[in-house]
């Protein structure tokens, strides 16, 4: 009997904080799987997935990139994904279609701000994942510690499968408990020799291979049963267990390495194929048509289920990102897009290395691959065969919460700067663009200073358009602190002909965990259902603009206690405008609160500079709540309003002699001072 080839397919991505490896990591593996010949680096702007020039110039990653390769008679479709939390979008959009993950951590600092932000994006949707802890080489390295910071931050549970040989700038190998054989990487070598097990490592790998035999027993009914019949575990049971482990999210294994010196990328690679999922292995994808759910099965011979993750445009066309889930498509094929509702054409299809592409005539469920031709799918379209439709949720899309006024330079380039922000926007759903209605200036939002930034440049450099850019500002909410009760409001409306009636009582009261939430309380059919569910339209259009400052209302519950209707001039519109109106009145007569984005920071600084930097965010309102040594450097954790971070970077540099570095990652809304104007 044929084995479904789909079982040696592997959908993963590269998860980590900003600098912990993930591009290196990802750069060893092409490397060691024979994808590339040539080991690039980060630092010399000559990587494969940060192929952007403005990638190479900041040494960061700004984009998701898919690349493909092969080890052991698997392919691998591998996304390196961005570490910056204002391009945590990217991220959201990959994990929404990724079968696994690597997760990366830095030896040294251990779980990261971002490491843990990615870390929950992945808990979400369920994506299970490995751990590889980075940078062994470098000085104050130590895998226990990660480990044990991993158990306490993430709280999974962490199983190292590797026993580190040497320490420091000494690291050149690990011991694989499994085998408990020993991998050594001589200098300049890239593959590993495979040895005894050190004298030196013998007793403490042994220890722990029994530890690492009773969690995995703890935690799996088979390995349970051998392990009280045998006292020990096989190295079959051993890995299947820690497989089911791993796919049921029960626990983590953990192995460790040196990227940047080609050491642990091997067994890095094996774990990949042993531990995660294939596309069978996974549930069947739910969809829903028609107000029904459906499940699709990872089967080429099911109708096609479709969900594009990502639009880019390119010097040579329009590429959209594609996830199969089931079905097969070809070259010219027609497919339907369930959102727009409308009918595409498949010009090519092509197998992704980050900027190259190689061309395919099909490609079956399980697939990540790239198509040409396509001119109205965006990320989140569901594409299906045109006789089974279907509708895939689409991946989330967060508020944006820092923006910009752009304008261009020569009067000229205004249409054309229109035509750039449209697909910037298509290709980032997380920007944002929209007109002020009171100075008429084009208003530019994203996650971020960075991102708004790269935006920008990318304004200039791609579209060759110069642009005037104003200063940054940031998102702010308007919320209830203290809500009315019976709240009249009466919509008539009489200009000939059939008129409008329509009368509301509205209590309006806050909620703390944001959000909205509309109930009715209307008895004895006073509203019919039809009008409450109108009325309901009409606070949520109420919700765009509050009364402090026209920005959007979040965390109130508005309940619809009582009402009345007019036998001729009562109708859903009506109704949904004395929603709107009434609700707008009502917040009116309420006490609101202006609410501003703030973000938690992590400061790694000397510590001979902890004394100005406290000072310094104690200046801009931050509050700090907790600070630690790490690696002989001081890490200072605070709770600070976003719009206080402008140019914060340049700041630190400077009270620290250029030895400083931060991170921010939000953590909602908090109210802004009393005597704050309102923007």
Known sequence: MRSNPLTTVRNLGVLAHVDAGKTTVTERILYTTGTTHKRGEVHDGTTVTDFDPQERDRGITIFAAAVSCSWD??????????????????????????DGAVAVFDAVAGVEPQSESVWRQADRHGVPRIAFVNKMDRAGADLDTAVASIRERLHPVPLAVQVPIGTEDGFRGVVDLLRMRALVWAD???????????????EEAAHRRRALEEAVAERHPAALEEFCDRETLSAGTL????????????????LCGSAYRNRGIEPLLDAVV???????????????????????????AAPLAALAFKVNATPTGRLTYLRLYSGTIGKGDTVWDAGTRRTERIGRILRVRADRHDPLDRAAAGDIVAVVGLKSARAGSTLCAPDAPLVLEPPGVADPVVHVAVEARRSTDTDRLATALARLTEEDPSLAVRTDPETGQTV????????????????????????????????????????????VYRHVRQDGGAGQFAHV????????????????????????QEYVR??????????????????????????????????????????????????????????????????????TVPEDAVGGVLGDLSARRGRVTGSDTRGGAAVVTATVPLAELFGYATRLRGRTQGRGTFTARPTGYAPAPAARPVP
Do not use: W
Request: net charge negative; hydrophobic share 40%.
């Open 73 to 98: 008679g698997h392919r691998l479709n591998l996304i390196d994904t961005p570490g910056h939390v204002d391009f945590a979008d990217e991220v959201e959009r990959s994990l929404r279609v990724l």
């Open 188 to 202: 300049g070598a890239d593959a590993a020799e495979d040895r005894p097990v050190p004298d030196a490592l013998r």
């Open 239 to 254: 890995a299947a267990a820690l497989r089911d482990l791993t796919r049921d999210g029960e626990a983590v294994v953990v």
């Open 274 to 300: 042993a531990y995660l999922p294939s596309p069978v292995d996974v549930p069947p994808v739910r969809g829903t048509h028609d107000g029904t759910e459906q499940e699709r099965a990872t089967d080429p």
């Open 444 to 487: 530019l939002s994203g996650m971020g200073e960075l991102h708004l930034e790269v935006a920008v440049e990318r304004l200039r450099g791609e579209h060759g358009i110069e642009v005037a850019v104003g200063r940054p500002g940031v998102a702010y909410r308007e919320t209830v602190g203290t809500g009315v009760s019976g709240f």
């Open 505 to 528: 009582v509205l209590d309006v009261e806050p909620r703390g965990e944001g959000g909205f939430v509309f109930r009715s309380a209307v008895v004895g059919g006073r509203v019919p």
């Open 534 to 603: 109108a009325v309901e339209a009409g606070c949520r259009d109420a919700l765009a603009e509050g009364p402090l400052g026209g920005h959007p209302v979040t965390g109130l519950r508005v309940t619809l206690t009582d009402g009345h209707t007019h036998v001729k001039d009562s109708s859903d519109t009506a109704f949904r405008t004395a929603g709107r109106l009434g609700l707008r009145d009502a917040l009116r007569a309420s006490a609101m609160v202006l609410l501003e984005p703030v973000v938690e920071v992590t400061v």
